[in-house]
């Protein structure tokens, strides 16, 4: 069966494997993260496809800018503080996303805990139990019944009422024993107030909201989100991207097996939902350059070796204490890495390539940042910059 550009798909017989190239991958998960090309859609849309990184809110306003086409940094805000059909939670490995307000419950849901989970090793190693997490969440809950109040205000409350040990846990920055009531889905960010987030009851905040979804139920969905998006995969992967213990995602990735196909590409033995296995081998690029805003959802994913093409490459994207760099995204890959600031209503930006940009490339690159520069309302222009360190 011939790929795209006369390529060789090779089907086994034996195990009913279907090989393809890494470009077809490479061009699956583009498209399906709508970087392809921008197009006039709902930001909720968007968001349903595998959520918007928001640790860091304007690179959650570029992730949108990157995908939509017309809109500008006020829709993020709009969507979550006055339509409220977007959400900020968090979800996946314990960050925050933007998701859409229907679709919280698979989101947040899938890190609900179920009856054969086994405690993280964050768990063992500060002492605390499952039940420890259930009576805050319990309290949180209580606490935020028609209620918007800043973390400290929440931590001031419901910390009268625990042990020393848990209080003191709780005033840690990483926020990690008030993630589990975003889990279960009792409490959400709320907007502002002055320098301070607030946070709120999803079922006051999000009005006409409510709980679809087992947590089981919500795992497979949130299964099934990850590979239209980053497929073909494997459970250790998923595992990884989701934030769940390898051993606690397996019987979810099993019950989806009888629906997937095993695909072979770069040697490795990965899986794909049977229906978008013809997307995959029609799959090609559209736009050959893009560019995409440091911590982009599309670079979230496990599958990393296909991105770079040296560990020089990786460790300039993938950079410590978490942070992922903006980068120039060239037919799938990681082209090289950039950086973005305005002087005087003209927006500057750096461009570090990790190979050569022909006069082509350019020309996109160039696109790219006047679309940018718009978002910004850079009123005087782009100035781009060509560095090699």
């Not at 640790?55 to 992730?63: D, I």
């Not at 409220?84 to 890190?111: E, N, Q």
Request: net charge positive; with cysteine.
């Amino acid at each position: 069966m011939k790929g795209r550009q006369g390529l060789i798909i090779r089907k086994s017989s034996r195990n009913h494997t279907v090989t393809v190239p890494p470009e077809n991958v490479l061009a699956f998960r583009v498209q399906r993260h709508n970087l392809d090309h921008r197009q006039s859609k709902a930001l909720n849309q968007v968001a349903a496809v595998c959520g918007i990184h928001a640790q860091v809110m304007s690179a959650a306003r570029g992730q949108f800018w990157a995908r939509v086409e017309g809109i500008g940094p006020r829709d993020t805000h709009d969507g979550l503080w006055k339509q409220r059909s977007l959400v900020k939670t968090w979800c996946m490995r314990g960050t925050l996303h933007i998701v859409p307000k229907d679709d919280l419950d698979i989101f947040a849901g899938a890190r609900r805990r179920v009856s054969t989970d086994r405690e993280s090793q964050w768990m063992k190693y500060v002492g605390v139990s499952y039940g420890d997490l259930d009576t805050i969440t319990h309290a949180i809950r209580d606490t935020l019944d028609g209620n918007a109040l800043t973390r400290s205000e929440l931590v001031k409350t419901i910390g009268k009422h625990l042990r020393p040990k848990l209080r003191l846990l709780l005033k840690s920055s990483w926020n990690e024993l008030i993630h589990p009531a975003s889990y279960e889905e009792v409490l959400c960010l709320g907007p502002q107030r002055g320098n301070e987030t607030t946070f709120v009851c999803p079922k006051d905040w999000l009005k006409s909201w409510r709980i679809r979804l087992t947590p089981e139920e919500s795992r497979v969905a949130l299964l099934e989100r990850y590979l239209r998006v980053y497929g073909p995969s494997d459970r250790l992967e998923f595992a990884a991207w989701a934030g769940l213990d390898p051993i606690n995602a397996r019987p979810t990735w099993e019950s989806v097996l009888d629906r997937m196909i095993e695909v072979e590409y770069y040697g490795r033995r990965t899986w794909l939902l049977k229906d978008d296995l013809d997307a995959l081998l029609r799959s090609e690029f559209r736009d050959p350059v893009r560019l995409i805003p440091n911590f982009d959802v599309y670079l979230a994913g496990r599958d990393r070796r296909v991105l770079t093409s040296s560990k020089e490459e990786h460790k300039k994207v993938y950079r410590e204490a978490g942070w992922v760099s903006a980068v120039v995204l060239v037919r799938g890959r990681v082209g090289g890495v950039w950086s973005v600031k305005t002087r005087k209503e003209k927006l500057l930006l750096n461009i570090q390539p990790f190979a050569e940009f022909g006069s082509d490339l350019r020309r996109f690159v160039e696109e790219e940042a006047e679309t940018y520069a718009d978002f910004l309302g850079c009123s005087s222009g782009v100035n781009i910059s060509w560095s090699t360190s």
